[in-house]
């Protein structure tokens, strides 16, 4: 869980962690690179807000994991941003959940991208190159 919001992080992430998923937090893309460069971590999907000071934002950081991690699954959320905001190659791999949002919402569209990353593990930016 990605945001520089601090309650909404909070938030979202005791909503995860209160239907069992384990849960870590990141205040912005650049902490979130740091957890998400220890390979040893076992994590299943990265929610990330789009819009966060640091030098890098949840496109970014997205970019990062698409690059470095394939096979994780990243969903976005933003206010402002949409999925068709992003590069051609990046809108059908980068889902974008509009805010506001509901727990619910973000625990379905992750659980809907870990599966499909599952029974579908490909390299999304193989093709852009």
């Not at 949840?58 to 976005?76: C, N, Q, S």
């Not at 051609?88 to 619910?104: M, S």
Request: net charge negative; proline share 5%.
């Amino acid at each position: 869980m990605v945001d520089d919001d601090a309650r909404i992080r909070r938030q979202i992430a005791g909503y995860l962690a209160d239907r069992g998923y384990m849960v870590v937090e990141a205040a912005n893309a650049d902490e979130a690179l740091l957890l998400l460069e220890d390979v040893d971590r076992s994590i299943d999907c990265v929610f990330s807000d789009v819009q966060m000071p640091g030098r890098y934002d949840g496109v970014d950081l997205a970019r990062w994991v698409l690059g470095h991690r394939p096979g994780l699954a990243v969903l976005l959320a933003s206010g402002s941003f949409q999925v068709e905001d992003l590069e051609p190659e990046l809108r059908t791999v980068l889902p974008v959940l509009a805010k506001p949002y509901r727990g619910e919402a973000v625990e379905a569209s992750m659980a809907s991208l870990v599966t499909a990353m599952r029974l579908n593990p490909v390299d999304p930016l193989a093709d852009s190159a």
